[in-house]
């Protein structure tokens, strides 16, 4: 199942906990995957309220706990304790998230750093309802709409920090905000760093069959803006297979042949999709390359920095693209004692051609003869 998420006022653990009980996710099976962690004298329960006229779920956790602070390798083990194993898995990258960017922040070990405002157990529910009802729906991607952030000031521990507070502009890397008229905080490090854990993705409402829509309540009150968290549960859409993409382009008139070879390999290792590049004549009958690559939505950004990076260029145009792909399997088949992959569609076949270097210097054969063997039919 896909989940979408719009945090359009913001996003916090409870209020992402809220959403996932909203949309169906049992609570029962969410405290027993808290209950395997060993955790005593907590309660976790959903409430339904109104909030500016839209019924939501609200995440109630209540822990009998006086720490002030706390470890941050005590709660990752805590949450590694909890079950099944793939929950206590998201549940550890959430909390550990956390204290990377506290021990990056203050100079500390991440095994070493103490968490104030995060330290408490109610982190362990938290992290670990999420993670439980994630499972319980079946969840295996997340995609999110902006985060939206507000401004100002919020006093902790360490003192008055600006808002967004350091720590989750840390968590928030590599996310898509945006501001709104909001002074306050809007967006909590564990809210942030369940989103990095789970594997968000950023971008519009991907396509997909809605079967569930839920609202998961904030506890704060901010005029004309609802603060509850709406999520969209659906499957992915069973029309012909067809891809939203992005294609990033740019002109280079002062890189060597090896640097484009260089940054083709660098593109695709980097997750492109494709990566080519195109001879062309530029203004005064200059010679010239564009560079042009084909990516997810989610990695535009990354690879558009890449492209800035590895060649110095000062502008890199982007559009949008539909991709229809046919559907193609992958075997392996032996040439020599040698493993070589083909990769087979509805109209012919390809063997991979690492694989065919690779055998054809073991055998000490031309390449064209190992890709003829590899595709010769089977007895």
Request: aromatic share 2%; proline share 7%; charged share 25%.
């Amino acid at each position: 199942m896909i989940l979408w998420l719009n945090p359009a006022t913001g996003l916090s653990g409870d209020m992402l906990l809220g959403a996932l009980l909203d949309l169906g996710a049992p609570l029962d099976e969410v405290r027993a995957a808290v209950s395997a962690t060993g955790l005593t004298h907590w309660k976790l329960d959903a409430e339904r309220v109104d909030v500016d006229g839209i019924r939501a779920t609200r995440a109630r956790v209540d822990v009998a706990d006086e720490a002030t602070e706390r470890r941050a390798a005590e709660l990752v083990e805590r949450v590694r304790a909890a079950s099944p194993p793939a929950v206590a898995a998201l549940a550890a990258r959430a909390v550990t998230a956390v204290a990377e960017v506290e021990a990056a922040l203050h100079g500390a070990d991440p095994a070493e750093v103490h968490l104030h405002e995060l330290g408490g157990l109610d982190t362990v529910v938290d992290t670990v309802g999420v993670a439980a009802a994630l499972r319980a729906l079946d969840v295996t991607e997340v995609h999110s709409a902006p985060v939206g952030v507000g401004s100002g000031e919020v006093r902790t521990r360490h003192g008055v920090l600006p808002v967004p507070a350091p720590a989750t502009m840390a968590l928030l890397t590599g996310a898509r905000v945006r501001g709104i008229d909001v002074t306050g905080e809007t967006v909590t490090p564990t809210g942030a760093a369940l989103l990095k854990a789970a594997g968000a993705a950023y971008g519009p409402m991907p396509a997909m069959r809605p079967r569930r829509t839920g609202y998961g309540a904030g506890t704060k009150r901010f005029p004309g803006r609802p603060n509850v968290l709406q999520a969209v549960l659906g499957e992915a859409d069973a029309a012909p297979a067809g891809d939203e993409l992005v294609q990033l382009e740019t002109n280079l008139d002062d890189v060597t042949g090896e640097l484009l070879g260089h940054l083709v390999a660098r593109l695709l290792d980097e997750g492109a999709l494709d990566a080519w590049v195109v001879p062309a004549v530029m203004k005064k009958g200059r010679p010239a390359h564009v560079a042009h690559v084909l990516c997810r939505p989610a990695d535009t950004g990354r690879l558009r920095e890449l492209l800035f990076a590895e060649t110095g260029t000062l502008g890199v145009r982007d559009r949008r693209v539909h991709r229809t792909a046919l559907p193609r399997t992958v075997t392996t088949v032996d040439v020599g004692g040698h493993p070589v992959r083909v990769k087979r569609g509805p109209h012919g076949a390809k063997a991979e051609y690492e694989d065919l270097k690779a055998a054809a210097r073991a055998l000490g054969l031309p390449l064209r003869e190992v890709a003829a063997r590899a595709l010769r039919p089977g007895p």
